[in-house]
């Protein structure tokens, strides 16, 4: 904790990087950093499991693959964090940093491992906007698209991916530029665990889903020309 002279001259406390931040208005959160992640944890988990038993049904007489599952697990939970977690940092940015309410407490425990969201700082309030408005309705729509066997699916899982993967690297690019100065550098929790580990996924896995997607359209529009360059020499018959 640091403590913090503000414009009438009292003094607060916040566990915040880099030293020096001003926070007006700031309240400590109430909920420890066990029971936040529990939450977060439990309801992935519960997404996790219950899109793997729903992936199990047969999709037009055909059984999906164990990678495609896991790949639809990974939308479901994508579209509860971008849609609900991100979408409230989204609404109520403003009002986080004094907000009690579990989500804004949720947001005030990342800030320990990034405080660009504490502060609002332009770029992550614009870029979690896009996010929450585009890629969590997109994340469900996607699963739903598998499930159904539309023909659109594998374009909807490309659009997704590329959008998360430019957002996380902007976000790291951005940091990067900064000196990672909105963190404890090295801190294994705040930086490596927060910071690092739970947004390099939105790297590695969007990396995946991209050559994944590029593969199967490459096919279908293989397919594609050779049925029309059949068809092409049909007609000259």
Not at 135 to 142: A, E, I, N, Q, T
Request: glycine share 8%; hydrophobic share 45%; net charge neutral.
């Amino acid at each position: 904790m640091m403590l913090e002279k503000t414009s009438g001259g009292e003094h607060t406390s916040h566990p915040f990087w880099p030293r020096d931040l001003i926070i007006p208005n700031y309240t400590p959160n109430d909920r420890s950093m066990a029971e936040i992640l529990l939450f977060l944890f439990s309801v992935s988990g519960m997404l996790l499991l219950g899109t793997w038993a729903l992936t199990a049904l047969r999709v037009d007489g055909r059984s999906l693959s164990r990678g495609r599952r896991l790949a639809l697990c990974w939308f479901a939970v994508c579209g509860f964090i971008h849609g609900v977690i991100e979408g409230w940092f989204a609404v109520f940015y403003p009002i986080i940093p004094s907000d009690q309410g579990f989500l804004s407490q949720l947001w005030k425990e990342y800030s320990k491992g990034d405080s660009r969201y504490i502060i609002a700082d332009n770029f992550t309030v614009c870029m979690e906007t896009v996010t929450a408005c585009l890629w969590g309705p997109f994340s469900v729509w996607v699963v739903v698209a598998f499930l159904l066997n539309r023909p659109y699916r594998f374009v909807l899982q490309l659009i997704i991916s590329l959008g998360q993967l430019y957002g996380a690297v902007l976000y790291f690019y951005t940091e990067h530029r900064d000196g990672y100065i909105h963190s404890e550098f090295g801190h294994p929790v705040y930086f490596w665990f927060y910071f690092v580990f739970m947004n390099v996924l939105w790297i590695v896995i969007p990396l995946l889903l991209i050559v994944d997607s590029w593969s199967q359209l490459s096919v279908a529009q293989a397919h594609g020309d050779r049925t029309e360059s059949r068809h092409v020499k049909a007609k000259k018959r």
